[in-house]
T-cell receptor, first 113, second 108 residues
Framework: DGGITQSPKYLFRKEGQNVTLSCEQN?????MYWYRQDPGQGLRLIYY???????QKGDIAEGYSVSREKKESFPLTVTSAQKNPTAFYLC????????????FGPGTRLTVT | QKEVEQNSGPLSVPEGAIASLNCTYS??????FFWYRQYSGKSPELIMS????GDKEDGRFTAQLNKASQYVSLLIRDSQPSDSATYLC????????FGQGTELSVKP
């Protein structure tokens, strides 16, 4: 059963702690993406990766870090430097060729208090 | 000016009516256009893609693209309560650029 998985679904952390969100895909997609969504807002791109061991900053990369050691995996770390980390985090993937249609995982809702 | 503009809504239509969702974008070199549906608390789901001027139909959904006017729309025929969701427009220029979405409410 192909798809994108994100874990956990809900995550609670205290302010000042780093937290890592998991994203795995078995679609054999080359590119993977992390977005943030705040209530009533559209999606904002945090980081993306088009190939293993390479990634680029999106529009709001400050306070976040990523790695891409395997094609299937693209974890996102929310660091203590992120001023307002509470949000809905979405991972997506796409092929690099053709229409580049992006498909999303179920998301992780992070609450930092 | 935002790169992608959508009316936030809510857009309310009666069951069985046609819902019309509109999107304008500011960059003339957008290559592909996608419509996503997002139910409350869920992740976006791709429902339509369109790459060339004109109409593209898929079941009850029709996407319309006018590159000269930088305008893309989504029509939903025979609207159902299950169509109630937020619809996100996303032109692609290298990466996807998402609008803030239009909330659609279909009343029984």
């Amino acid at each position: 059963d192909g798809g994108i998985t994100q874990s956990p679904k809900y995550l609670f952390r205290k302010e000042g702690q780093n937290v890592t969100l998991s994203c795995e895909q078995n679609l054999n997609h080359d590119a993977m993406y992390w977005y943030r969504q705040d209530p009533g807002q559209g999606l904002r791109l945090i980081y993306y990766s088009q190939i293993v061991n390479d990634f680029q900053k999106g529009d709001i990369a400050e306070g976040y870090s990523v790695s891409r050691e395997k094609k299937e995996s693209f974890p996102l770390t929310v660091t203590s430097a992120q001023k307002n980390p509470t949000a809905f985090y979405l991972c997506a993937s796409s092929q690099m060729r053709g229409a580049n249609e992006q498909y999303f995982g179920p998301g992780t809702r992070l609450t930092v208090t | 000016q935002k790169e992608v503009e959508q009316n936030s809504g809510p857009l309310s239509v009666p069951e069985g009516a046609i819902a019309s969702l509109n999107c304008t974008y500011s960059d003339r070199v957008s290559q592909s256009f996608f419509w996503y549906r997002q139910y409350s608390g869920k992740s976006p789901e791709l429902i339509m893609s369109i790459y060339s001027n004109g109409d593209k139909e898929d079941g009850r959904f029709t996407a319309q693209l006018n590159k000269a006017s930088q305008y893309v729309s989504l029509l939903i025929r025979d609207s159902q309560p299950s169509d109630s969701a937020t619809y996100l427009c996303a032109p692609r220029k290298g990466k996807l650029i998402f609008g803030q979405g239009t909330e659609l409410s279909v009343k029984p």
